[in-house]
């Protein structure tokens, strides 16, 4: 992979994904103080409120937020077609989703229909302005039909993922609407894997080698695995919905044998690195396959034993491997590059515009140093053992947890920040040099 893949020119401005980037962070001090709030009774069940509101604040405000920027980002560098209208509308997505996550956490803390019926049109109307935008970007793509098969894929497991839970939060905040729980799972899974897994899978062929100068996916895997993961993932699901477990067997393992072979393959290219000292994004992204593999052995173990499967640590442990050790790390180590990497790359367009010398922007690893990196990675691993602790002791491990969480993501805001800070002194000064008439060469 190489940046001569990427159609830089279609690259958006750098505050339609930072918006969503420096938003994010936040929703896990929301999430820690949320679990701080309701105590042991956190990790008693899957159901418990405080659960699924912290869920929600983790997919919806952490996830959701920087999957949503990122895309933004990605549809255009990787397919060569800009959203129209990409600023208004991503700050128009980026707010709703924001106040429509905080209202659908309360909901599940109150019981509230009213925080319920305004969490279902926000973020219905949050993910109608990014869907829309985003198909109408692909629509105008002219290049890279591979990445515009993967991001289709999640956008549709995108979709499915909405309605379900529209569905079911019509059904937890009014009484008069049944509460189809049956459900609960498949919507669980389209959000996970539908959207969240296809998407990062088909970035990951393109930042993984670029950021961590590996060699690239072999060519059967970035053609193919996408298209296999929906159609385990629709198996599983028509299994589930009709009653026929043979189906939801053969879909499932379809599904899990496709992302044990990502991950595998993912550590395997990262020993092949051209740079064999690792930095911080690697470290995420390993513990984010090895979080995977641990999940997959798991609901493997599981399939053979029900009552492991019946019991509430199971589904907690499933999910918080593949949400916060799968999902949240991947994501955390991809921005690590991805906003340095735009950074630069904004400021070397305006230094190239000016006609000044490109010494005047900071190197690339300088913007978020990795020693800052480092001290964030620590911290998460630290929480996701302290999440792993309290689905078997909760009250050992939760006020630890409440603490955890919130530093990790306070020091990634920082460190995000700080490249936000660098930015902003760097095009003053590429702005004094230009009115200064210091122009040089590039």
């Known amino acids: 992979m190489s940046q001569s893949k990427l159609i830089l020119s279609q690259t958006p401005a750098l505050s339609v994904p930072l918006r969503f980037f420096l938003t994010a962070p936040l929703f896990g001090v929301a999430a820690a103080m949320a679990a701080l709030l309701q105590g042991d009774d956190l990790f008693s069940s899957r159901w418990s409120p405080g659960m699924l509101a912290c869920t929600h604040l983790l997919v919806l405000g952490y996830l959701g937020m920087v999957m949503q920027g990122a895309l933004l980002q990605v549809v255009s560098v990787l397919t060569g077609g800009r959203p129209p209208h990409v600023r208004r509308l991503g700050a128009l997505a980026q707010a709703a989703l924001t106040l429509g996550t905080l209202s659908l956490a309360t909901g599940f803390l109150t019981a509230s229909p009213l925080a319920m019926g305004g969490a279902a049109l926000l973020l219905g109307l949050s993910f109608a302005v990014f869907i829309g935008a985003v198909i109408a970007g692909l629509l105008r793509s002219r290049a890279r039909r591979d990445a515009g098969l993967g991001i289709s894929l999640a956008l549709a497991g995108l979709v499915i993922t909405v309605g379900l839970g529209a569905w079911l939060a019509m059904g937890y905040g009014w009484e ?7 459900l609960t799972d498949v919507h669980l899974a389209w959000g996970l894997l539908g959207w969240g897994g296809i998407l ?5 062929y393109e930042v993984v080698p670029m950021f961590q100068l590996t060699p690239v996916y072999p060519a059967l895997m970035t053609r193919c695995l996408s ?9 599983w699901s028509g299994g589930g919905l009709f009653d026929a477990p043979g189906l939801s067997a053969v879909g499932g393992s379809l599904s899990a044998a496709g992302l044990a072979a990502f991950a595998m393959l993912t550590l395997w290219l990262q020993t092949k690195r051209k740079k064999k000292q690792p930095d911080a994004t690697v470290w995420f992204w390993r513990c984010a396959m090895s979080a995977l593999l641990a999940a997959v052995l798991i609901w493997a173990v599981a399939a053979f034993v029900p009552a492991w499967r019946g019991s509430p640590a199971y589904g907690l442990l499933l999910g918080l491997l593949v949400i916060y050790g799968f999902l949240v790390s991947v994501v955390n180590g991809m921005l690590y590059k991805i906003l340095p990497f735009l950074t630069w790359l904004h400021l070397s367009i305006e230094v190239t515009e000016h006609k000044l010398s490109r010494r005047l922007v900071p190197n690339v690893k300088k913007i978020i140093p990795d020693e800052k990196a480092r001290v964030q990675f620590w911290l998460h691993m630290l929480t996701l053992l302290l999440m792993a602790g309290c689905t078997w002791r909760p009250a050992w491990f939760l006020t630890p947890l409440a603490l955890a969480l919130p530093a990790s993501n306070i020091v990634l805001w ?8 660098l930015f902003r002194k760097t095009r003053a000064g590429i702005a004094a040099a230009s009115s200064g008439g210091k122009t040089e060469t590039t």
């Open 176 to 182: 008069g609407i049944a509460l189809p729980r049956h």
């Open 200 to 204: 990062l899978v088909t970035v990951a």
């Open 227 to 235: 298209s296999v993961l929906m159609a385990g993932l629709i198996l």
């Open 414 to 421: 920082l460190n995000l920040y700080g490249a936000v800070r």
